[in-house]
């Protein structure tokens, strides 16, 4: 049970629009950033957003991030098979001392 | 550029040790807190560790009493002692640069650690 939600599978068809959410907590992300990352199995995780909506150099601006309250979200729009991944959100953890993760969301390009 | 290149992962018995490095390149290294985030075969990331610049050092209450992160800068190298271990440690094992609290700019290729019998 991870300490940040996320659901579990995303779906949308080319050039649709998706958004991926991270459910937190005033001890997460109702008092810190957020950064979401993109993995590839059998590649190393990249940063696709930091501080809850901020993109590095060569992301692409089809992906943004938001944040409101103790939850944050990822939208991905006019969306690409390129970008069939695992996102993850992460933030630090006030009451544990250390990083938090979400469960990861699986987003299939159909 | 930069670069990290994890090491010494490998086949461990239940309650075995295990010691990984993560060489860095291509940057300054003794400026930059860092990390360890592993991932179980077909399970989302999981955080395992942090050490500062100025050598504190984090754990989750998982890995807590087993595992020590340390550093040694003049090497440019991050390391992770892993006793005790357990086959639910069987993961994809990640040395990830942060600039920022969470905010892992650059990952390495990782190394598996497999648990078992």
Same mark, same amino acid.
């Given at each position: 049970? %991870?300490?940040?939600?996320?659901?579990? %599978?995303?779906?949308?068809?080319?050039?649709?629009?998706?958004?991926?959410?991270? %459910?937190?907590?005033?001890?997460?992300?109702?008092?810190? /950033?957020?950064?979401?990352?993109?993995?590839?199995?059998? /590649?190393?995780?990249?940063?696709?957003?930091?501080?809850?909506? *901020?993109?590095?150099?060569?992301?692409?601006?089809?992906?943004?991030?938001?944040?409101?309250?103790?939850?944050?979200?990822?939208?991905?729009?006019?969306? *690409?098979?390129?970008?069939?991944?695992?996102?993850?959100?992460?933030?630090?953890?006030?009451?544990?001392?250390?990083?938090?993760?979400?469960?990861?969301?699986?987003?299939?390009?159909? | 550029?930069?670069?990290?290149?994890?090491?010494?992962?490998?086949?461990?018995?239940?309650?075995?040790?295990?010691?990984?490095?993560?060489?860095? =390149?291509?940057?300054?290294?003794?400026?930059?807190?860092?990390?360890?985030?592993?991932?179980?075969?077909?399970?989302?990331?999981?955080?395992?560790?942090?050490?500062? @610049?100025?050598?504190? @050092?984090?754990?989750?209450?998982?890995?807590?009493?087993?595992?020590?992160?340390?550093?040694?800068?003049?090497?440019?190298?991050?390391?992770?002692?892993?006793?005790?271990?357990?086959?639910?440690?069987?993961?994809?094992?990640?040395?990830?640069?942060?600039?920022? @609290?969470?905010?892992?700019?650059?990952?390495?290729?990782?190394?598996?650690?497999?648990?078992? =019998?």
């Amino acid at each position: 049970q %991870s300490v940040l939600t996320q659901p579990p %599978s995303a779906s949308g068809t080319p050039g649709q629009r998706v958004t991926i959410s991270c %459910s937190g907590s005033s001890s997460n992300i109702g008092t810190n /950033t957020v950064n979401w990352y993109q993995h590839l199995p059998g /590649t190393a995780p990249k940063l696709l957003i930091y501080s809850s909506n *901020q993109r590095p150099s060569g992301v692409p601006d089809r992906f943004s991030g938001s944040k409101s309250g103790a939850s944050a979200s990822l939208a991905i729009s006019g969306l *690409q098979s390129e970008d069939e991944a695992d996102y993850y959100c992460a933030a630090w953890d006030d009451s544990l001392s250390g990083v938090v993760f979400g469960g990861g969301t699986k987003l299939a390009v159909l | 550029e930069v670069q990290l290149v994890e090491s010494g992962g490998g086949l461990v018995q239940p309650g075995g040790s295990l010691r990984l490095s993560c060489a860095a =390149s291509g940057f300054t290294f003794s400026g930059y807190d860092m990390h360890w985030v592993r991932q179980i075969t077909g399970k989302g990331l999981e955080w395992v560790s942090a050490i500062g @610049t100025a050598g504190g @050092t984090f754990y989750p209450g998982s890995v807590k009493g087993r595992f020590t992160i340390s550093r040694e800068n003049a090497k440019n190298s991050l390391y992770l002692q892993m006793n005790s271990l357990r086959v639910g440690d069987t993961a994809v094992y990640y040395c990830a640069r942060a600039a920022g @609290t969470t905010l892992f700019d650059y990952w390495g290729q990782g190394t598996l650690v497999t648990v078992s =019998s």
